[in-house]
């Protein structure tokens, strides 16, 4: 599949641009569940009735690619109880009463780190998971013994609505400043470039500016063009480099990561905090007072909310994320998680589902995807459960950006049906394998 410069043009939408971020006040309660991120469900090391600080361990981590959890207020551990998450899934979480103090636990400290070992494993303790959305454990990504050409910070920010991480990049440019030195240092890239879109110009020159002073890393301005943040998309519009289907970016000598993240290691190293709170753009037309806002890990969604005034109208749909790739949530009870880098609450005339129709054959979808995929031949090869035709259609390179469905003038569920699609190749492909065996 050709890669190229294809994509939509969405609204940008960014109502919180150059608003410093403003921490909340602690919430009376957190809901911590043990699965914020991709890989196996930390394991659950406290009880009711034990005292916890900010940074206390309630969760530790649960084989190779998992993450720890750690308590983001201070108080007592009221009860673990299992909780709907987005995904679907019932998986345990660890809820605490808050003692509105903010405590942090005396056992913190920064971490001694002197090879690159200590550093991976420093950053494996520190809870941090992809911040920008996808939630992969960092250290995961980081540990590889594969030379590094390029480390591609991730500051495209391509979604409407979502400005925090422009926002972190601009609040907090010594914590970027020291998680770039530290990438520097102990992963040893030829080349530490970070890409940002060129409609955020208060990002641009603060990290311009910082990138003179340090002279660790290169700035490249990318065109506004939605899904300009994907991994694939970022590192070919950086580097020229395709990562090639059901490849990962260290396949072409890269690694990508978030903005955030880097400033969230850059954090920890000074500190030794580990990640208990997020930086979280409060937006939509049902918001009152649009902010960006700090707040603790496992805050319900109703409690950021009210703290940026509460709703002009009640809402209609609450989104985790932006409105291309988000996750409709299903109550305002939801916390807030470790990748939660946005929260939207819409009203009701602006959550309604067009109502889809035929296919006219226009071919939009396929020429605005970024990888080319035509989505018409896949919705047409699932339902004639035509699993090899999947695979030569290329569909795991789809990566469910929501393009097909945003430009089709036919409305239909293009992406949801991509999606399908990719789950049911795993299937085929995972009966294959075996059968190999």
């Known amino acids: ?119 991976i494993e420093a950053v494996k303790l520190s809870g941090i998971v992809g911040l920008g959305g996808a939630g992969f454990p960092t250290f995961v990504k980081l540990n590889t013994t594969a030379p590094i050409e390029e480390l591609l910070i991730n500051g495209a920010e391509c979604e409407p609505y979502i400005t925090s991480d422009s926002v972190t990049m601009t609040d907090r440019t010594e914590d970027i400043a020291d998680g770039i030195a530290a990438l520097k240092k102990y992963l040893e890239p030829k080349k530490i470039i970070i890409g940002i ?93 649009p902010m960006n806002v700090i707040a603790p890990i496992g805050t319900t969604l109703a409690d950021v909310f009210e703290f940026c005034g509460g709703f002009s109208e009640e809402p209609k749909k609450i989104i985790y994320g932006g409105p291309m790739m988000g996750i409709s949530v299903p109550s305002a009870d939801a916390p807030v998680l470790k990748n939660t880098n946005a929260i939207l609450a819409f009203k009701a005339k602006d959550a309604i589902l067009p109502e889809a129709t035929a296919c006219i054959s226009c071919g939009s979808c396929a020429n605005n995807c970024p990888f080319g995929i035509n989505p018409p031949l896949i919705e047409k090869a699932v339902r004639n459960n035509d699993v090899e035709d999947l695979e030569k259609l290329g569909t795991n390179l789809c990566m469910e950006c929501g393009c097909c469905s945003y430009v089709c003038p036919a409305k239909r569920p293009l992406v949801q049906n991509n999606k399908l699609a990719k789950g049911v190749l795993r299937e085929y492909l995972k009966k294959k394998e075996e059968e190999k065996q």
């Open 1 to 119: 599949m050709a890669f190229s410069l294809r994509g939509v043009h969405t609204p940008h939408r960014k109502n919180t641009a150059n608003m410093t971020a403003v921490k909340m006040d602690p919430p009376r309660t957190v809901t911590l569940p043990v699965s914020m991120h991709i890989g196996k469900p930390a394991t659950v090391v406290v009880k009711p009735g034990d005292k916890v600080f900010v940074g206390t361990l309630v969760a530790e981590a649960n084989g190779f690619v998992s993450s720890p959890v750690y308590s983001s207020v201070s108080g007592t551990v009221a009860k673990i109880s299992d909780i709907l998450v987005s995904s679907g899934q019932e998986v345990p979480a660890i809820i605490i009463e808050s003692d509105g103090e903010m405590q942090l636990d005396p056992e913190i400290a920064p971490p001694v780190i002197s090879s690159k070992e200590e550093f």
């Open 197 to 289: 879109e060129k409609n955020k110009p208060s990002a641009i020159k603060a990290m311009q500016k910082l990138a003179k002073e340090t002279g660790n890393f290169t700035v490249k301005v990318l065109p506004s063009i939605y899904p300009q943040g994907g991994e694939k998309v970022l590192t070919y519009h950086i580097t020229g480099k395709q990562i090639p289907e059901g490849k990962l970016p260290i396949d072409v000598g890269c690694v990508v990561i978030n903005s955030t993240t880097v400033a969230t290691i850059g954090a920890y190293i000074k500190t030794g905090v580990p990640l208990v709170s997020k930086c979280v753009t409060v937006d939509g037309s049902a918001v009152k007072t």
